[in-house]
């Protein structure tokens, strides 16, 4: 069984105010088939882990580890990671000019498979998926996102997860600003993709909306670089709620700073 395992991760970024530390001892174990729901305020660090995952060069590791079957994730290239069976969706989808959707598609399945696909079979799969996310077959001829609505940006994301199969992916906010009908196809496509090859899931999201679409087997709440609280779906209910004046309360007593009854 494929294992993602993170363990007291530290993590820090340079700002023109000099290094902040954003994660702050992050341990969080996601097995192959499991959808574990990472939630929070703004600002809490939900983003920079799933950043950090992937390898963005902006985020400094201070110290922890992160391992995937076992190996050393963090001692990996960004390429590697992807080969090793990561996937990372990201809240806000990059325009890439000059380069067709289906060209795009079918270079990153022959690089992380190390072999070009079928071209009869590789069609035949990418209008079923497209098709099934409800996107319009002139979209293989488009450029990757250039001129893409917020939705289809989305979707074009999910499409990557179906197509490419990944072991584990992390999709942050995927479901930010989405409408209800887009938000119900991509819960679909992330569904389906879980369906298909049983890859372990991290849904980063503020809100529980995406939650009534795919259900979590944990949730972990996010504060302060920390998790704060984890439980199973059933938390999520409570933050739908009472939101998470409750853990903010808390942050701010332990560190000594302002409570929401005391702001302003």
Same mark, same amino acid.
């Given at each position: 069984?494929?294992?993602?395992?993170?363990?007291?991760?530290?993590?820090?970024? $340079?700002?023109?105010?000099?290094?902040?530390?954003?994660?702050?001892? !992050?341990?969080?174990?996601?097995?192959?088939?499991?959808?574990?729901?990472?939630?929070?305020?703004? =600002? @809490?660090?939900?983003?920079?882990?799933?950043?950090?995952?992937? =390898?963005? &060069?902006? #985020?400094?590791?201070?110290?922890?580890?992160? /391992?995937?079957?076992?190996?050393?994730?963090?001692?990996?290239?960004?390429?590697?990671?992807?080969?090793?069976?990561?996937?990372?969706?990201?809240?806000? &989808?990059?325009?890439? &000019?000059?380069?067709? !959707?289906?060209?795009?598609?079918? /270079?990153?399945?022959?690089?992380?498979?190390?072999?070009? &696909?079928?071209?009869?079979?590789?069609?035949?799969?990418?209008?079923?998926?497209?098709?099934?996310?409800?996107?319009?077959?002139?979209?293989?001829?488009?450029?990757?996102?250039?001129?893409?609505? =917020?939705?289809?940006?989305?979707?074009?994301?999910?499409?990557?997860?179906?197509?490419?199969?990944?072991?584990?992916?992390?999709?942050?906010?995927?479901? @930010?600003?989405?409408?209800?009908?887009?938000?119900?196809?991509?819960?679909?496509?992330?569904?389906?993709?879980?369906?298909? /090859?049983?890859?372990?899931?991290?849904?980063?999201?503020? #809100?529980?909306?995406?939650?009534?679409?795919?259900?979590?087997?944990?949730?972990?709440?996010?504060?302060?670089?920390?998790?704060? $609280?984890?439980?199973?779906?059933?938390?999520?209910?409570?933050? $739908?709620?009472? =939101?998470?004046?409750?853990?903010?309360?808390?942050?701010?007593?332990?560190?000594?700073?302002?409570?929401? /009854?005391?702001?302003?």
């Amino acid at each position: 069984m494929s294992v993602l395992k993170i363990k007291d991760l530290h993590v820090s970024v $340079e700002t023109e105010q000099g290094t902040k530390q954003i994660l702050k001892g !992050v341990d969080l174990t996601v097995n192959e088939g499991e959808i574990h729901a990472i939630m929070g305020p703004n =600002g @809490s660090g939900k983003s920079t882990l799933a950043y950090t995952i992937a =390898g963005h &060069p902006k #985020y400094h590791v201070d110290s922890g580890s992160i /391992t995937l079957d076992g190996e050393d994730l963090l001692a990996m290239t960004v390429d590697a990671r992807a080969r090793a069976g990561l996937f990372l969706a990201m809240q806000y &989808p990059v325009e890439i &000019p000059g380069v067709a !959707v289906t060209n795009f598609l079918r /270079t990153a399945k022959t690089a992380i498979d190390g072999v070009q &696909p079928s071209i009869r079979t590789w069609t035949n799969q990418v209008t079923e998926s497209m098709k099934n996310l409800r996107m319009d077959s002139s979209f293989k001829d488009r450029n990757v996102n250039e001129g893409f609505s =917020g939705g289809e940006k989305k979707r074009h994301e999910i499409l990557q997860l179906e197509l490419l199969a990944p072991k584990f992916a992390v999709l942050d906010e995927t479901d @930010s600003g989405l409408d209800v009908d887009a938000l119900k196809i991509v819960a679909e496509g992330v569904n389906r993709a879980k369906a298909n /090859t049983g890859l372990g899931i991290m849904l980063i999201t503020h #809100y529980t909306r995406i939650l009534r679409y795919i259900s979590p087997d944990f949730v972990h709440v996010f504060v302060d670089g920390r998790i704060a $609280e984890q439980g199973g779906p059933e938390l999520a209910d409570r933050l $739908e709620n009472e =939101g998470y004046d409750r853990f903010l309360a808390s942050d701010a007593l332990a560190t000594g700073g302002p409570t929401p /009854t005391n702001l302003g």
